[in-house]
T-cell receptor
Framework: KQEVTQIPAALSVPEGENLVLNCSFT??????LQWFRQDPGKGLTSLLL?????REQTSGRLNASLDKSSGRSTLYIAASQPGDSATYLC???????????????FGQGTTLQVKP | GAGVSQSPRYKVAKRGQDVALRCDPI?????LFWYQQALGQGPEFLTY????????KSGLPSDRFFAERPEGSVSTLKIQRTQQEDSAVYLC????????????????FGPGTRLTVL
């Protein structure tokens, strides 16, 4: 059974710092991995999606890497800002095969606070 | 407003009441997912629809939970005889189609319905 773990559960950093959020998964057979942002009381906003054949994806100050063989992904946030404060969730999608409907398996999230 | 919408945004129910939560997916999206997110946890899969067909309901926690999508667009998640442990945020997501191209598979989430059972 696929399990997704995110460490740390919470993180507080001063503004301007570069930071790394970690995500690990137990089964390396995945179709893709997605990073989401969730603001309090809001839904999920997709940040980056990495296909299983890819090593990394970048969007602005965000960079996500994927090491499928070791079951790890990292989300790197450069020059953090107070507006980056939110909960970050990673989710894996099992391979496309009979019986797999595309549901996402989520980690518990890392709650980030960036202090001005 | 071309995103996924959900209603109501907040629902308070007394234990034992029935509730119905609505999801309006992005127009033309074939796939629709329901997730349950308990406080401080990541979302957990409940059920999946491809058009009007419910292809996976393995995540529904009990037979008190029922979902439908009769015309392949709007979906309703119904919870009968609510219990306190049903208190959570219920998220709906849709994607274009179940195909190998990632652009078709990306799931777009609604804002969720926060259910509180007293």
């Amino acid at each position: 059974k696929q399990e997704v773990t995110q460490i740390p559960a919470a993180l507080s950093v001063p503004e301007g710092e570069n930071l790394v959020l970690n995500c690990s998964f137990t089964d390396s057979a995945i179709y893709n991995l997605q990073w989401f942002r969730q603001d309090p009381g809001k839904g999920l906003t997709s940040l980056l999606l990495i296909q299983s054949s890819q090593r990394e994806q970048t969007s602005g100050r965000l960079n996500a890497s994927l090491d499928k063989s070791s079951g790890r992904s990292t989300l790197y946030i450069a020059a953090s800002q107070p507006g980056d404060s939110a909960t970050y969730l990673c989710a894996v999608r099992p391979p496309l095969q009979a019986g797999n409907t595309g549901k996402l398996i989520f980690g518990q999230g890392t709650t980030l606070q960036v202090k001005p | 407003g071309a995103g996924v919408s959900q209603s109501p945004r907040y629902k308070v129910a007394k234990r034992g009441q029935d509730v119905a939560l609505r999801c309006d997916p992005i127009s033309g999206h074939v796939s629709l997912f329901w997730y349950q997110q308990a406080l401080g946890q990541g979302p957990e899969f409940l059920t999946y629809f491809q058009n009007e067909a419910q292809l996976d309901k393995s995540g529904l926690p009990s037979d008190r939970f029922f979902a439908e999508r009769p015309e392949g667009s709007v979906s309703t998640l119904k919870i009968q005889r609510t219990q306190q442990e049903d208190s959570a945020v219920y998220l709906c997501a849709s994607s274009l189609a179940p195909r190998r191209d990632s652009s078709y598979n990306e799931q777009f989430f609604g804002p969720g319905t926060r259910l509180t059972v007293l």
